[in-house]
């Protein structure tokens, strides 16, 4: 009897015992940077069913009986089917889209979101273009962005142009993980040389005012550098490039995961000897450090840590005669800059259940900047315009911060909102000092010899500068399809000046308070029509307070008011053609009040000033195209006008004395194109798998140097080829190779061009550069 029983058991359970359920782990990773990818959606390919998501490790397990295929869907990359083969284990590789509107951002809020769900113009770059771009400097790939002209100074130097002219001010708000790279008061068009490009996951470019949420200076546009983690399991990639005209870079960047705990650590070297221009050299060294800890599934921790140096040779710019006979020599060879920037950042983030979580960021920066600028050379002439002598500066800026980021984000069911809360902190001591100089030049030859110190300080300060803001923006769905954002952020910024000169040799008090505050209110909606269709309406507002540099030069003749900036904008997304095509619209108008707008002096000195009233109009727009997998075409440009509608510019005669007070109302605005256009094809083919090749535009229209709309230059178009190969199997697994081809047609054209009183001076830009590369990976997850 006990023997029947036992029979009876073991052929109830015998299935299980011998053909026992089928189970299934799988990894998911993103096949550039190797990281987890959390929240994939998996799904059963033959019905659609979903089954699971990926947890915060890109883990899943499940039971695959009666299922023959996997279908993996995530916003941002490509869909992927996986068929069933029996393994237990699997590794799956998303591939990030080039071609998704919907891509998932994050500086929006500083929290993942679809596209479509904010209210504003925002683009995004993310690690498969950066990967094929295989970009030298930034500008390489900003460029790519709808609205943006990212203008290449050389030596990884620049200036920006996004719903502005190309200036030189702090319009342009520069962030790395969602905080700033520079404190408030202390900005720098050239600062993001501070970034190490090649540990950069994504970029997101915001486009128009968000001081609603970030603060000051994001008038034009916000930029936020997203820093690549460590990998799942283990993943390292190095890679050597050069080019023809002696620039030579070498990266490698690795990391792992080993339980709670995970490790990424990447930079990149790069020297130039020798170069197109003269008096070119420069070095550059970039890394960047990441460890994270899980406490457990909901609690995290992250520190990071960013060191740049940069040391280059400044040539300046070029006069009309030189420029347009390609001789590329500097008028000296003495100036230079070298720039140290140090941060440092640990996150703690925490999700208490799914509609609330909290992150707290404690960071700092020590950064130094020591330049003697080719810009503030200057000859003397009397009044008859003989010369007499010329002179110069050294100087030097540095600062270190202490600081906090705290946000809080709470769901409600009712109405299906959400509330973010957040305050800044940011204490950031700075000084400056500029050194007088006596320059030595050869009249005749129109050539600086030399310089000799004279020991007299220009300027000669501390400051201490504290930025308190605090923010809340809330999301309300009073209908399925709309989505209504509001948003509101205090911001007080507090300059303690003191000055290190005596009284008596200097214009500024010995001690000196500014205080600049500002509530940046932002009201948006989003309505989604389904099918990859909606449209976006919003208004914000921006600000920004007069800079330390400006407002305590001894060279600035007038005091400096704080800027304000009201932003009205409306825009949309389309699908077409069975969503192999892809079109998105921006309109805005962007109206500013006190704008601080910088003019080049006769001397070749700048002075700053603010303009009554201005007002910038455009309409921005992409269209992405992928008629089959192989093949993706990209347009994207933006049509703007930028005026002065109160604008008296007031010019001094250094050695007279005198002003003159010339009204430029109504005219354009200097330095400001009226078309900017970049447009990409790029071919894959499936035949060889791992190729690429890729063509591609760059326009920039006429504008005019001069406020007075007397001088123009009359832009340019370049072409730019970009080929590679990445290895896929075989025993050459994961090398690669590319080739770029820059300004394919050897044209003559200039990044920028500013007017004077004697002429223009041109930015001169490479003529035709090929860069060779090659370049190992690996990964096991």
């Known amino acids: 009897m006990k023997i029947s029983k036992l029979?009876?058991?073991?052929?109830?359970?015998?299935?299980?015992?011998?053909?026992?359920?089928?189970?299934?782990?799988?990894?998911?990773?993103?096949?550039?940077?190797?990281?987890?990818?959390?929240?994939?959606?998996?799904?059963?390919?033959?019905?659609?069913?979903?089954?699971?998501?990926?947890?915060?490790?890109?883990?899943?397990?499940?039971?695959?009986?009666?299922?023959?295929?996997?279908?993996?869907?995530?916003?941002?990359?490509?869909?992927?089917?996986?068929?069933?083969?029996g393994a237990a284990t699997v590794e799956i590789a998303l591939e990030p889209s080039t071609i998704d509107l919907q891509q998932v951002v994050v500086s929006a809020?500083?929290?993942?979101?679809?596209?479509?769900?904010?209210?504003?113009?925002?683009?995004?770059?993310?690690?498969?273009?950066?990967?094929?771009?295989?970009?030298?400097?930034?500008?390489?790939?900003?460029?790519?962005?709808?609205?943006v002209y990212m203008v290449d100074l050389g030596s990884e130097q620049h200036t920006m142009a996004i719903r502005q002219p190309i200036t030189f001010n702090a319009l342009y708000l520069y962030m790395e993980d969602g905080l700033p790279i520079r404190p408030t008061g202390i900005f720098n068009h050239n600062s993001l040389y501070e970034i190490n490009m090649s540990g950069v996951r994504d970029i997101e470019v915001i486009?128009?005012?968000?001081?609603?949420?970030?603060?000051?200076?994001?008038?034009?546009?916000?930029?936020?550098?997203?820093?690549?983690?460590?990998?799942?399991?283990y993943a390292g990639n190095v890679s050597v490039q050069g080019d023809n005209y002696h620039y030579r870079r070498v990266d490698a960047d690795g990391g792992f995961s080993a339980g709670?705990?995970?490790?990424?650590?990447?930079?990149?070297?790069?020297?130039?000897?020798?170069?197109?221009?003269?008096?070119?050299?420069?070095?550059?060294?970039?890394?960047?450090?990441?460890?994270?800890?899980?406490?457990?599934?909901?609690?995290?921790?992250?520190?990071?840590?960013a060191y740049n140096y940069l040391n280059t040779q400044t040539p300046g710019g070029l006069d009309s005669a030189k420029f347009y006979s390609r001789t590329f020599g500097a008028n000296q060879r003495f100036t230079y800059r070298k720039a140290k920037a140090f941060r440092a950042n640990t996150k703690l983030e925490h999700s208490w259940n799914n509609q609330s979580s909290t992150f707290l960021t404690l960071f700092y920066r020590n950064n130094s900047n020591a330049q003697l600028p080719s810009y503030f050379i200057r000859d003397v002439r009397d009044n008859a315009g003989n010369y007499e002598s010329s002179n110069g500066q050294?100087?030097?800026?540095?600062?270190?911060?202490?600081?906090?980021?705290?946000?809080?984000?709470?769901a409600f069911d009712f109405l299906h909102s959400k509330l973010i809360l957040g305050v800044y902190a940011d204490n950031s001591p700075s000084s400056y000092y500029a050194k007088f100089l006596n320059i030595q030049k050869d009249v005749a030859n129109n050539f600086y010899t030399g310089y000799t110190p004279t020991g007299n300080y220009i300027d000669n300060y501390h400051i201490k500068l504290f930025n308190t803001a605090a923010y809340a923006q809330y999301e309300i769905k009073p209908a399925e399809?709309?989505?209504?954002?509001?948003?509101?952020?205090?911001?007080?910024?507090?300059?303690?000046?003191?000055?290190?000169?005596?009284?008596?040799?200097?214009?500024?008090?010995?001690?000196?308070?500014?205080?600049f505050n500002i509530v940046a209110p932002k009201l948006g909606m989003t309505y989604n029509f389904g099918n990859n269709k909606g449209l976006y309406a919003n208004y914000s507002v921006g600000f920004q307070p007069p800079e330390t540099g400006h407002l305590y030069n001894a060279r600035q003749l007038t005091p400096l008011k704080q800027a304000t900036f009201n932003n009205y904008e409306a825009g949309g997304w389309l699908a077409l053609l069975n969503k192999k095509m892809y079109v998105e619209v921006t309109v805005y108008n962007l109206e500013g009040r006190n704008e601080i707008i910088n003019q080049l002096m006769p001397d070749n000195t700048t002075q700053n000033q603010n303009a009554g009233a201005t007002r910038h109009r455009g309409i921005e727009y992409s269209v992405a195209y992928a008629p089959v997998s192989e093949l993706g075409f990209r347009f994207s440009g933006t049509n703007a006008r930028h005026t002065y509608v109160d604008f008296n510019e007031v010019s001094t005669n250094f050695i007279t004395g005198t002003s003159t007070v010339t009204d430029y109302s109504g005219n354009r605005m200097n330095n400001a194109p009226s078309w900017i256009a970049n447009s990409e094809l790029t071919y894959k083919p499936a035949y060889i798998n791992g190729f690429r090749i890729a063509g591609e535009w760059q326009h920039i229209s006429s504008y005019f140097t001069n406020p007075a709309n007397t001088k123009t230059y009359s832009g340019y178009d370049i072409f730019n080829l970009r080929t590679g190969f990445d290895v896929k199997s075989g025993v050459l697994k994961g090398a690669g190779i590319w080739l770029n081809v820059l300004n394919v047609t050897n044209k003559l054209y200039a990044t920028t061009v500013t007017g004077y009183q004697f002429g223009d001076m041109y930015t001169a830009a490479p003529p035709r550069v090929y860069t060779l590369g090659i370049s190992y990976s690996f990964a096991k997850h």
């Not at 058991?9 to 089928?22: D, E, S, T, V, Y």
């Not at 695959?64 to 941002?76: E, P």
């Open 207 to 233: 486009k128009g005012p968000a001081s609603s949420l970030y603060g000051s200076n994001a008038i034009g546009g916000a930029i936020n550098f997203i820093t690549q983690g460590p990998p799942a399991g």
């Open 394 to 410: 050294e100087n030097d800026q540095s600062f270190h911060s202490l600081g906090l980021l705290a946000q809080h984000r709470q």
């Open 7 to 85: 029979l009876y058991i073991l052929l109830c359970f015998a299935p299980a015992l011998c053909f026992g359920q089928n189970n299934l782990t799988v990894t998911v990773t993103d096949a550039r940077t190797n990281e987890a990818v959390q929240g994939v959606m998996v799904s059963d390919a033959d019905n659609g069913n979903l089954l699971t998501t990926t947890n915060a490790k890109g883990k899943f397990t499940l039971t695959t009986d009666g299922i023959k295929s996997l279908r993996f869907k995530m916003i941002g990359f490509n869909d992927k089917l996986y068929t069933l083969t």
């Open 109 to 147: 809020s500083r929290e993942r979101q679809a596209r479509q769900d904010v209210p504003i113009a925002i683009s995004k770059i993310n690690s498969t273009q950066i990967h094929d771009t295989k970009a030298t400097a930034l500008y390489q790939l900003l460029n790519k962005v709808t609205g």
């Open 481 to 515: 399809p709309l989505r209504i954002v509001m948003g509101l952020r205090y911001d007080r910024i507090q300059y303690n000046f003191t000055n290190g000169i005596a009284a008596g040799s200097t214009k500024y008090k010995q001690q000196e308070t500014n205080v």
């Open 260 to 305: 709670k705990f995970g490790l990424y650590v990447g930079g990149y070297v790069a020297k130039l000897r020798n170069g197109w221009q003269d008096y070119s050299d420069f070095d550059k060294y970039s890394g960047n450090f990441k460890i994270t800890y899980d406490f457990d599934a909901a609690t995290r921790l992250t520190t990071s840590v």
